[in-house]
């Protein structure tokens, strides 16, 4: 088997304007009928541009830049989420993510159910899922309120649970985005612990954030990026100082 | 991330055209995929929806699950409900066509159960990544998966619906059982793998043009006018319009469960056979689509 590994070479990634202009038979017939009418129109985005890189098994690797400079956009190209418009993407192993917690909760299903839903979304049997129920009931620690329906959740809980369940299993290439700020001030303590167990277990981790602390001591190698350019890649102590500079924060 | 504005006149489905991408080096784009490439992709898709099974079967049983939540026959409305249609428009058009209604009855019940199987998932799937967001958004599985919930959720819908179909026809004619009923439990296959694909092909194009449902309705309609689902095909041919049965899918697929079931006979290879070609034009076309459509997908969500 290979090794955990991601490869990437001159990835360019576009989203495509169609998809947040009106969208309807309607515009495409009255685009086509205006042909001969120069008009102004949205543009694809160019998300990432000309992205080359590799990260080798054992790398911890932080991100960091601006708001829509193109971290969770790197991030769910290497998930395999967004495809690539040009270059070359290789990504080995299995790849875990935490993006966006709350999202697929199914409301009138209880806490309980919507563990084994969320355990079978990412791709897990519903025997493994019963092994490691217990203890993904016991780390939300939600008491009764397991085997209550999701809507009567307050969002603190719900965040709870969805971050019980999806740090619950590892995976060789693990993936996050600001994920480590849920809960309370209690729950926060446990969950670092968690994150970092996984973080421990994973062969490749790749954390997109802006909190400085937090990427200096879990990783040791960072990339910067900068309207969809990678801009430096090195050691992280050195990343963050050119994360400031390209963005104008005192040193 | 910069949102340019260029003169552009022609809205384009597709990325690759844009003139940004141009100015990329050939030799940096993606390469077509030779032959054997693109059998891997196929291979690899279809193990995809293979692992992701306790997935969509998952989410199908939830709607199943919705659907009779709080209902007090629940799971029995799905054979009650065209039964009590059939008497209904049995009725009528038994007195319109002067035809027996113990026969003419299980001959509409027949068309209806497996039209409507068609028709919800067709227009259930087309909104099936749609709905599915959440989880499109979060998980790489192959799309198809959310059509197959569609189709799976109906397929079981359309079971529990000709358990109606097949004990109103032992009692009304019982000489019609034999082997060949054998034949007609292929119609489930076949009407999944012909539903499946279509909505497949349906749920790429509505993601990007949502007009696809209100389209759909009209059309299926036209179909169910001009196919022999209520009516007797023989109205058809004595009116001289034997076209819209001989060269009917829709004739054929019901003939696979109308011929043993109504008259105790055998399903003709014709049937089989236009049923397999409906299936591998199906196919063929979600293939053809999807090669192009299944990425782009994430984009219109």
Not at chain 1, 23 to 44: A, F, I, N
Not at chain 2, 66 to 80: C, K, Q, V
Not at chain 2, 173 to 196: E, K, T
Not at chain 2, 264 to 280: E, K
């Amino acid at each position: 088997m290979k090794a955990n590994h991601i490869f990437l070479d001159n990835v360019n990634l576009h989203y495509a304007s169609v998809a947040f202009k009106e969208r309807s038979l309607k515009s495409l017939l009255g685009g086509l009928l205006k042909r001969g009418r120069p008009s102004t129109e949205v543009q694809d985005v160019h998300a990432l541009k000309d992205i080359s890189l590799e990260i080798r098994a054992g790398e911890r690797v932080g991100l960091l830049g601006h708001n829509g400079a193109g971290k969770s956009t790197f991030l769910k190209m290497v998930a395999g989420l967004y495809p690539i418009s040009g270059g070359r993407r290789i990504v080995e192993g299995t790849v875990r993510s935490l993006f966006d917690l709350s999202l697929g909760f199914e409301p009138d299903a209880t806490g309980r159910e919507n563990i084994l839903y969320r355990g079978l979304l990412l791709g897990l049997s519903p025997k493994f899922m019963r092994t490691i129920e217990d203890e993904i009931v016991e780390f939300a620690g939600l008491g009764e309120f397991i085997d209550y329906p999701i809507r009567t959740y307050s969002a603190g809980m719900q965040v709870r649970l969805a971050f019980a369940i999806s740090t619950a299993v590892g995976g060789d290439v693990l993936l996050l985005d600001e994920v480590i700020g849920a809960g309370d001030a209690n729950f926060m303590a446990k969950a670092k612990d968690r994150i970092a167990k996984l973080i421990e277990q994973s062969e490749i981790l790749v954390l997109a954030s802006h909190d400085f602390g937090a990427l200096r001591s879990l990783c040791e190698r960072g990339l910067v990026f900068d309207h969809g350019k990678l801009i430096y890649d090195g050691p992280i102590d050195e990343t963050i100082d050119r994360y400031k500079v390209a963005n104008g924060i005192a040193a | 991330m910069k949102v340019k504005h260029v003169n552009r006149t022609q809205s384009n489905l597709s990325m690759a055209h844009s003139p940004e991408l141009d100015a990329v080096p050939a030799e940096l784009r993606v390469a077509p995929p030779s032959p054997q490439e693109r059998q891997n992709a196929v291979c690899a898709y279809l193990s995809g929806i293979w692992n992701a099974r306790y997935f969509w079967v998952h989410l199908s049983l939830s709607d199943l699950r919705y659907r009779w939540r709080r209902s007090f026959f629940g799971a029995l409305w799905s054979i009650m409900q065209p039964v009590g249609m059939t008497l209904l428009l049995s009725l009528v058009f038994g007195r319109i066509f002067n035809a027996d209604i113990a026969e003419y009855a299980p001959f509409i019940l027949s068309g209806m159960i497996f039209w409507e199987f068609i028709t919800s998932t067709a227009t259930g799937g087309s909104l099936a990544f749609v709905q599915a967001d959440a989880y499109i958004k979060q998980c790489h599985h192959p799309l198809a998966i959310y059509t197959l919930r569609t189709a799976l959720t109906n397929l079981l819908v359309l079971m529990m619906a000709s358990l109606g179909l097949v004990a109103w026809v032992l009692v009304v004619m019982p000489h019609h059982f034999g082997w060949q009923w054998l034949a007609a439990l292929l119609i489930y296959p076949i009407v999944a793998l012909i539903a499946w694909p279509l909505a497949t092909v349906l749920a790429y194009v509505a993601t990007r043009f949502r007009d696809v449902p209100h389209a759909l309705a009209l059309a299926f309609q036209t179909l169910w006018l001009v196919s022999p689902i209520y009516f007797d095909p023989a109205l058809f041919r004595n009116g001289g319009l034997h076209v819209l049965v001989d060269y009917n899918p829709v004739y054929h697929l019901l003939e696979v469960v109308r011929a043993p079931l109504l008259r105790g006979q055998w399903p003709t290879s014709t049937n089989f056979a236009y049923c397999a070609v409906t299936i591998l034009a199906l196919t063929l076309l979600a293939w053809l689509v999807g090669r192009t459509a299944e990425r782009r997908v994430i984009f219109y969500l």
